[in-house]
């Protein structure tokens, strides 16, 4: 439970600071041969810093319940 306690906490306080990422992803718009147009769609993926607040809790709370039942 220590372990899960951590990556959990770990991972809530890393979405609390970084609130989104781009995903990059290239697609072929023509193809003519040797000549190649390519296109790059940047998709964001956003959440809350709340939702990153929540999970670093809940990480302490399994913290503090593993170190008591040992």
């Known amino acids: 439970m220590k372990t899960l306690g951590i990556v959990v906490l ?8 970084f609130t989104g990422f781009n995903i990059v992803t ?6 003519l041969g ?5 296109k790059e769609e940047k ?15 809940a990480g302490l709370i399994i913290l ?3 170190k008591k039942k040992i």
């Open 10 to 17: 770990a991972l809530g306080l890393i979405m609390t600071i």
């Open 43 to 57: 998709t964001p993926v956003y959440w809350s810093p709340i939702t990153g607040g929540i999970l670093a809790a």
């Open 26 to 31: 290239k697609k072929k718009v023509v193809d």
């Open 34 to 38: 040797p000549v190649e147009i390519n």
């Open 64 to 66: 503090v319940a593993g």
